[in-house]
């Protein structure tokens, strides 16, 4: 309230000096100079009365909940290579088509890479049963909507090629 009590008082002062002012010079408009004076003065007190009304309100705090939304961390984003090869791998133990482009070219350089380790290069000898699935040359599947890879094959796959060196 006091900080609009000086604003109160100037526009009571304004609207009383128009109204003397308009009820003089134009002795034939006074009763609607007096209706408007008075709707304009029963106006500022209503603001006043809103002004005090919300200064006597104790002012909003954020809640505890509000409080430990904002303390907690936020969830740590995933890396997005990671994500994409668990969708490649999703999708590899669907379809035949998704093992072939999809999956298998990152086991062969995977498989490239640790041979190289230890200088050798991929062939049926290192590579062993899985030579017929990560050859180069192995030709597309005929059927692209054929089951791919079966998970247990996968993780078996995964484990000879960490044990590669």
Avoid: N
């Avoid at 133990?93 to 380790?117: G, K, M, N, Q, V």
């Avoid at 200088?119 to 017929?132: A, D, F, I």
């Amino acid at each position: 309230m006091r900080r609009h009590l000086l604003d109160l008082i100037v526009l009571f002062v304004l609207s009383s000096l128009v109204c003397g002012y308009v009820s003089l010079a134009q002795p034939g408009a006074r009763d609607v100079t007096v209706h408007v004076y008075v709707f304009l003065v029963g106006g500022l007190l209503m603001l006043g009365l809103v002004a005090a009304a919300g200064d006597s309100v104790p002012r909003r705090t954020r809640s505890e909940f509000d409080r430990a939304l904002a303390e907690s961390e936020p969830r740590d984003r995933r890396i997005p290579e990671v994500e994409r090869v668990e969708r490649e791998v999703t999708l590899a133990t669907a379809s035949a088509y998704d093992l072939h482009y999809r999956l298998l070219p990152h086991l062969r350089e995977i498989a490239r890479c640790r041979l190289e380790r230890s200088g050798k290069s991929p062939s049926p000898e290192t590579l062993g049963r899985w030579w017929e699935l990560l050859r180069d040359d192995r030709p597309e599947p005929d059927d692209r909507f054929a089951p791919g890879i079966k998970e247990s094959e996968l993780r078996a796959l995964v484990a000879d090629l960490e044990a590669l060196a």
